[in-house]
C-alpha cells in the first residue's frame, strides 16, 4: 500500500461524528440475521430511546455497542475511536485496494461501479485472498484508529433488565468490584464514591446486605448507581424496568430521569412508552433488524409516518 493510500484511510477516520457513531451494523445468530444494517450517531449528552418489537433486534443494538456481542459486520466507534474490527465495506479507500476492486476495473468497470459491485453482492472473501496490501490497510487503519474494548466499555455503563448483581457479595462489594479490579480507584476512594451513591438512592444502609434480601426496585436501583462507579460518560439501560413488579418501575424510571437532566448521554430500550416520551431526545423504531423510523418524541408518537410504527404504537399505546 503507498502512502498516499494510507493517508487516504486514516483521514476517513478522523472525520468520525458523534460519542457513538454505528455504521452499517449486522448481526447474525447462525442463519437467523438479528440486524441488517443499523446505522445511527448519538451525540453527547442525547437520550436514545429504541423501541419497537419483541425479537427486533433492540437489545441485541446495545449488545453489540458495548462488544458483549460482537457484529457480524459494521463497526462501532466512541468519540472518533473504533471499538470492534474493521469493516472494509464501510471504507472506499481500503476496498480500492483489493484484489476484487482492482480485477473488476481491469475487466473495464469504473471505480464507482466496481465499489458498487462489490457492495451490492459481497465480493470480498478472505482478507488473504484479497492480497497483503488489503491485509496491511486494515491492519494499519485499525492500529491508528482503534481503542482497547476494556477502556471503552469503562466509559460506557450497561444496566441489565435482571440486574446482574453478584448474590454472594453485598451491596458495597457489587459496587467497589469493577473500578477496584480494574484500577480505576482504590478500594478506599470505591468505597467512598459507592457510599455517596448509596445515599443518594436512599439504600446507605443497604450497604452490606446481599441482594437476595432486596425487593427488584431496590436491585435495579443498586445496579444502576453500580455502574455509575466507573464514572461512565455513557449509559446503556437495556429494558431496565421489564423485570420489575408494576409499583416498583416509578422508582427506577424516576433515577433514570434524574441521570437525563443532569446531561448524561443514554441509549435506553424499553417498553415504556410513557417514559420514552418523556425522557428521549429521540426515538428510534427497530422493526426486523433496521431503523424503520427515527425522530422526535413528538414526531413519532405524534406523527407516526411508518405503516408498521402505526401499527405497533396502536397496539402499546391503547
Request: some cysteine; proline content about 3%.
Amino acid at each position: 500500500m503507498t502512502n498516499d493510500n494510507s493517508n487516504e484511510v486514516l483521514q476517513e477516520a478522523s472525520n468520525s461524528e458523534g460519542m457513538i457513531k454505528i455504521q452499517n451494523l449486522k448481526k447474525s445468530f447462525g442463519k437467523a440475521n438479528v440486524l441488517k444494517g443499523i446505522t445511527t450517531t448519538i451525540k453527547k449528552g442525547e437520550k436514545v430511546v429504541i423501541i419497537g418489537p419483541s425479537g427486533s433486534g433492540k437489545s441485541t443494538i446495545l449488545r453489540c455497542t458495548n462488544l458483549l456481542e460482537e457484529p457480524t459486520s459494521g463497526e462501532i466507534w466512541l468519540d472518533g475511536k473504533l471499538i470492534n474490527e474493521v469493516d472494509p465495506y464501510n471504507h472506499d479507500d481500503i476496498l480500492k485496494i483489493s484484489s476484487t476492486f482492482k480485477k473488476l476495473t481491469a475487466e473495464g468497470y469504473s471505480e464507482e461501479l466496481a465499489l458498487a459491485e462489490i457492495k451490492n453482492n459481497i465480493l470480498i472473501k478472505s482478507d488473504f485472498k484479497e492480497g497483503r496490501e488489503f491485509v496491511k490497510a486494515k491492519k494499519e487503519f485499525k492500529k491508528a484508529n482503534s481503542i482497547n474494548i476494556n477502556e471503552a466499555r469503562a466509559r460506557m455503563g450497561m444496566v441489565f433488565q435482571h440486574f446482574n448483581l453478584f448474590n454472594n457479595l453485598t451491596v458495597i462489594q457489587n459496587m467497589i468490584l469493577a473500578p477496584v479490579q480494574l484500577k480505576r480507584k482504590t478500594k478506599e476512594e470505591a468505597i467512598a464514591d459507592a457510599e455517596k451513591l448509596l445515599d443518594r438512592i436512599g439504600l446507605l444502609d443497604k450497604r452490606d446486605v446481599y441482594p437476595s434480601t432486596l425487593s427488584g426496585g431496590q436491585k435495579q436501583r443498586i445496579a444502576i448507581v453500580r455502574s455509575l462507579c466507573m464514572n461512565p460518560e455513557i449509559m446503556l439501560f437495556d429494558e431496565p424496568t421489564s423485570a420489575l413488579d408494576p409499583e416498583m418501575v416509578g422508582e427506577v424510571l424516576d433515577l433514570i430521569q434524574e441521570l437525563a437532566n443532569e446531561g448524561m448521554t443514554m441509549i435506553i430500550v424499553t417498553h415504556e412508552m410513557g417514559f420514552a416520551k418523556k425522557i428521549g431526545t429521540r426515538v428510534m423504531f427497530v422493526d426486523q433488524g433496521l431503523v424503520a423510523e427515527s425522530g422526535t418524541p413528538e414526531e413519532l408518537f405524534g406523527n407516526p409516518k411508518n405503516a408498521r410504527l402505526k401499527d405497533f404504537l396502536s397496539k402499546v399505546l391503547y
